[in-house]
């Protein structure tokens, strides 16, 4: 499995290439989408992405941890953590691709 990883640079340079936008303009749109995502996460909404998944931020609990080094048992406080949940459409392209690549090696 290649450790590939897409930037914000490339995503603006699909959107030019896909809509023919300027590149200013695809990379403005880009960081638009992207702010209203975060904004609406931070005010605790769900992002659902059509034929691609959701993000929300779900409320962890406080429990008890234990560092591995020493075996000392620390609190970990409450926190909330973004989850994303891919659409079956999402899942389905991932793992035909997968099968794809195992039949080919």
Request: hydrophobic content about 35%.
């Amino acid at each position: 499995m290649g450790s590939q990883t897409i930037t914000r640079s490339q995503l603006s340079e699909a959107v030019y290439q896909e809509v023919g936008l300027s590149r200013n303009e695809s990379a403005d749109l880009l960081e638009s989408v992207l702010d209203e995502m975060s904004q609406a996460l931070a005010r605790g909404e769900t992002v659902k992405i059509s034929s691609f998944g959701s993000f929300s931020v779900r409320e962890k609990g406080q429990r008890i941890g234990r560092n591995p080094k020493t075996g000392e048992e620390v609190p970990i406080m409450p926190r909330k953590v973004l989850v994303f949940r891919p659409s079956q459409l999402l899942k389905s392209r991932i793992n035909k691709a997968a099968t794809s690549r195992a039949g080919s090696a």
